[in-house]
């Protein structure tokens, strides 16, 4: 199973950028669709965004509220996915999670990461 370690998370004010980065051991990347999910304080999780394999063609899905604002994004070379976040909202703060599995199972993947917090401030 793959192993999934988020950086990248922080403080930011309203309107800033971070880019969380997902490195991955014990499996190649590119095998993978690539998932980013959130989890806000007394909030489900929800998903935020995702990349399918390479085999796929790397197609990408965002959930409507972030479309527009945040880019996923892959490095096979260095078995790193990206979460690019650009016009960040209060709302988005939130722990973000890194996750992984089969294509037809992207929204329900197996394998995650311990995530990384993001404070939007505003």
């Known amino acids: 199973q793959v192993q999934l370690v988020e950086s990248g998370g922080g403080l930011v004010q309203a309107g800033g950028s971070l880019r969380l980065s997902c490195a991955a051991s014990?499996?190649?990347?590119?095998?993978?669709?690539m998932d980013w999910f959130r989890q806000a304080p007394g909030k489900e999780r929800e998903f935020v965004a995702a990349?399918?394999?390479?085999?796929?063609?790397?197609?990408?899905y965002y959930r409507d509220s972030v479309k527009g604002r945040f880019t996923i994004s892959r490095d096979n070379d260095k078995n790193t996915v990206y979460l690019q976040m650009n016009s960040l909202k209060s709302e988005d703060t939130a722990v973000y999670y890194c996750?992984?599995?089969?294509?037809?199972?992207?929204?329900?993947?197996?394998?995650w990461g311990r995530g990384t917090q993001v404070t939007v401030s505003s």
């Open positions: 990349i399918k394999s390479d085999w796929s063609g790397g197609r990408t």
């Open positions: 996750a992984a599995g089969p294509d037809d199972q992207y929204l329900r993947p197996g394998s």
């Open positions: 014990g499996g190649t990347l590119g095998y993978y669709a």
